[in-house]
């Protein structure tokens, strides 16, 4: 991870296509990001519960703020990408 780039994590399921269309979007964007099963890490899944009231997935973190499912806009904003 470079020096300035923000802390990526996103919360996922393996069968989820939205969650495998943020990955996707990241890898192509350069983005390093760490990648949770919610199925497998069952507390990463109830913390992402209790943060956000969401049991959907995926949830994407990025330093402490959370975005709801695959927003692309709001996620390019937030890690200024173009």
Not at 23 to 31: A, H, L, N, Q, R
Not at 54 to 63: H, S, T
């Amino acid at each position: 991870m470079t020096e300035n780039q923000k802390k990526v994590i996103v919360y996922s399921t393996p069968t989820c296509m939205h969650c495998n269309m943020v990955k996707e979007y990241f890898d192509e964007k350069g983005v390093k990001y760490e990648s949770i099963d919610v199925i497998e890490n069952q507390e990463k899944g109830k913390y992402i519960v209790e943060k956000t009231g969401q049991m959907g997935v995926p949830v994407v973190e990025i330093d402490g703020e959370f975005v709801i499912g695959f927003n692309q806009p709001l996620i390019a904003e937030k890690l200024n990408l173009s």
